[in-house]
């Protein structure tokens, strides 16, 4: 590895504490961490030994954070259903018929579409962590991986999975990779279930990924159940806190949100999956202005088919103003910040933004497209606009993870793209052929 990695004459993208913008800077990086953000070109000396790119037309960012993911092998496969029905047709047969080899295609798989896509950080809740750990350590990614943990009778994972899949794996990748204890959802568990994730997870010292409230069904089956809504149930279990990552939140009553500001419960809008499982329009606005920290998530590929974080910003800007027929409504730069800076934030990691001191996990993207024609030299809004509203995954040249070019002029360095592409197909078949 070079000394330094100097990156020169960009469009730097800091979603610093004063959101700076700057045109012609750079960025240092050594080791894995940022040394140097600055609004000119780098004029220090530049060793034989540094890496040095020039960013002239690209902008500089950091790297997208997918907040809910779930590592995926069938997109395309059993669309136009609604959640518990996929669920019950698609997803739950699949990942039971799962074996460790064709989990570690489909993470391959499933990374490298992200990477390309200039995602840097994946919170991924599947099966098979091993797999998973070897694919997120092989291809570079940052990998927060949980269990697909339910009560025994379900045929999914158990919190005795959750905590030997840590043990194995928390930690690898050079700390890249970590494990948190994972939650399906409320109706596949109990309290008693979230009250010993939350001891387990504090056990550990590590965080919690759950759904909550993602349909109508959910809240419906818990207000059956256990006569509170999912939130409350999660709440007085005490499974909610600062190290809780609660995925979709589509169906918050008003006093789920204040349980969500008392606790510090994080929060992953994934728009776009609501949508196509007919699940609503998650209250992003009212958790806003109760100062809820919101990142954004795709969640996995079968209930969205795109693995492209930037289109999941698009939905996230503009569904909302649809919806409330109000075009204010989740500004460019609040959307930039959901996906990169308040994502790192949720996951408790020093990324998330170009600043001195911060992780090294940076992408640089081509303006030299049609996507962003026309660009004006020199505004920040328009730079902001067409990252929101115009750009895709393909317009990402770079992709830097822990200080490590992972990605470079669209091709992968620690993986064989053909290769993924090709055993990842055979993985799904070998698995189609089990639930057939």
């Not at 220090?44 to 540094?50: A, E, K, L, Q």
């Not at 905590?163 to 204890?181: S, T």
């Amino acid at each position: 590895m070079a000394r330094r990695t100097i990156i020169n004459n960009g469009i730097i993208v800091t979603v610093n504490d004063e959101n700076q913008i700057h045109f012609g800077g750079h960025v240092v990086i050594e080791g894995d961490r940022i040394t140097s953000v600055g609004p000119e070109k780098f004029s220090g000396t530049i060793g034989s030994d540094d890496r040095l790119i020039d960013a002239t037309d690209c902008i500089v960012m950091p790297g997208l954070v997918d907040l809910h993911y779930h590592t995926a092998l069938a997109k395309g496969f059993s669309d136009h259903l609604p959640l518990w029905e996929y669920l019950d047709a698609c997803w739950y047969p699949i990942i039971r018929a799962l074996d460790p080899e064709s989990a570690y295609w489909a993470a391959m798989a499933s990374y490298a579409e992200s990477i390309k896509g200039g995602v840097t950080t994946v919170n991924d809740m599947y099966r098979q962590l091993g797999g998973l750990a070897q694919a997120a350590e092989d291809i570079g990614i940052r990998a927060v991986l949980s269990n697909d943990v339910a009560l025994p009778e379900n045929d999914l994972d158990t919190l005795e999975d959750n905590q030997r899949a840590y043990e194995e794996n928390h930690g690898k990748g050079d700390g890249r990779v970590e494990v948190y204890v994972g939650i399906e959802w409320l109706p596949l568990g109990s309290p008693e279930l979230l009250r010993d994730a939350r001891q387990l997870a504090d056990q550990l010292g590590t965080g919690i990924h759950i759904h909550l409230n993602e349909s109508l069904t959910e809240v419906e089956d818990s207000k059956k159940r256990f006569g509170r809504r999912p939130t409350e149930v999660a709440y007085d279990a005490g499974l909610l806190g600062r190290d809780c990552i609660a995925a979709h939140c589509v169906w918050l009553s008003d006093a789920e949100i204040a349980l969500m500001r008392t606790t510090n419960t994080q929060i992953s809008h994934n728009p776009s999956s609501n949508a196509k499982l007919g699940n609503g329009i998650a209250r992003l606005p009212e958790m806003q202005a109760a100062g809820l920290n919101v990142g954004l998530g795709h969640d996995a590929a079968e209930c969205n088919n795109s693995r492209d974080l930037f289109q999941v910003m698009k939905f996230a800007a503009v569904i909302h103003r649809a919806n409330r027929i109000d075009s204010s409504l989740q500004p460019a730069e609040q959307i930039v910040r959901m996906a990169t800076r308040n994502g790192s934030e949720a996951l408790r990691h020093e990324g998330g933004q170009l600043a001195t001191g911060k992780k090294a996990d940076v992408i640089i993207i081509d303006t030299l497209s049609p996507m962003f024609t026309p660009l004006l030299p020199g505004d920040p809004a328009h730079v902001l606009s067409h990252l929101t509203y115009a750009a895709n995954g393909s317009c990402v040249r770079t992709t830097i993870i822990d200080g490590r070019i992972v990605m470079d002029d669209r091709q992968l360095k620690f993986a064989d793209e053909a290769k993924i592409v090709r055993e990842a197909n055979l993985a799904f078949q070998r698995v189609h052929a089990r639930i057939s």
